[in-house]
């Protein structure tokens, strides 16, 4: 671990704050992370991890490239020393063998041994889990059913499609029935029927009552198969939202107006909790369905031309881009 500079050591201080005792109970949570922070040499690449992810729970990550996505994953796994703070995996703390044996991973870039087949492939993960050569017997063509390759069993791997290998990759990361999952990118390389059987998997882990940490950028997949999503930035969880209460209470207007001053915009701000004005598009997260009316009377009255004005639900991508900004890519 390299030294870290004065000017990152004050930055910390000045950015890292005491963080309030979670409000859940810590034997029902999965993840339990406090200022997690990792810095290489002069980098900060996790400025304060602080997350709490519930058992059985799907749990989305979110951020733009370079947000510390996978070093806080890589911490939790034990697989990036963190520079400070503290961790729980499954109650104990990260690098603990015994919770090491109960989760599964599925990295972004993963490498199998080619020459191997599939069957075999399950094996020997099975094998590194210490799982039973008879129960093995039984499970590996159950994960291989799972995920669609019984018929590709004896093939090997050098011999794969990408979605045929990003499938096997799924299969070894549920073959030790782990009680949390961690999926970084899941659905990559994956047709529509390949994202389907995905969803399917990951619902079906969570009614098993495993816990599921998702890292995706189809925001779309997200929004449907997660529970709750944290937004990260800058190494920072910037919000979590309830994907319950965020599908019943995000209320937007898209508008197409004219003549449009910078006194009405500010006004704006008194019936949502953002205004954005591109040209002629206004488009407003409402603090409340009803004020849609009243918005509308608002730009009249103050001799603002509206073609079209329309209620829309904003969806977790229109969060994504309110939270951090339209200039970052996941």
């Known amino acids: 671990m390299g030294v870290v500079s004065s000017s990152i050591r004050d930055q910390e201080a000045e950015t890292l704050q005491p963080e309030p005792l979670p409000t859940v109970p810590r034997t029902e949570l999965a993840i339990s992370a406090r200022r997690l922070r990792k810095v290489f040499e002069d980098k900060i690449a996790v400025r304060g991890l602080t997350l709490d992810v519930r058992r059985g729970e799907v749990f989305g990550f979110l951020g733009p490239n370079g947000a510390g996505k996978s070093t806080s994953v890589k911490m939790l796994l034990d697989l990036v020393k963190p520079s400070s703070g503290d961790a729980e995996v499954l109650g104990r703390p990260i690098g603990d063998l015994q919770a090491k044996a109960r989760i599964g991973f599925l990295p972004e870039h993963f490498r199998f041994y080619d020459w191997l087949t599939a069957t075999e492939l399950l094996r020997l993960h099975g094998r590194l889990y210490d799982i039973p050569p008879e129960a093995l017997r039984h499970r590996v063509p159950t994960m291989l059913e799972t995920v669609g390759l019984s018929p590709h069993s004896k093939k090997q791997l050098r011999h ?110 008194a019936f949502a909790s953002s205004v954005l004005c591109d040209s002629e598009l206004l488009t407003m997260n409402l603090n409340g369905p009803e004020l849609a009316p009243r918005v509308l009377r608002y730009l009249v009255e103050h001799g603002v031309e509206v073609f079209e004005f329309t209620p829309v639900r904003l969806s977790l991508e229109d969060r994504f881009l309110e939270i951090l900004g339209a200039d970052h890519g996941l």
């Open 160 to 269: 794969f499609s990408k979605g045929m290998l990003q499938r096997i990759g799924l299969a070894q990361s549920l073959i030790n029935e782990p009680d949390l999952l961690f999926l970084d990118e899941p659905t990559s390389g994956l047709d529509p029927v390949g994202r389907r059987l995905v969803r399917d998997i990951i619902k079906s882990e969570r009614e098993r009552g495993a816990t599921v940490f998702l890292n995706s950028h189809l925001l779309s997949e997200v929004e449907v198969t997660c529970d709750r999503v944290a937004f990260i930035k800058a190494g920072e969880v910037i919000e979590i939202r309830d994907m319950n209460s965020f599908a019943e209470g995000r209320n937007g207007i898209r508008a197409r107006v004219t003549g449009i001053s910078e006194d009405v915009l500010l006004g704006l701000h």
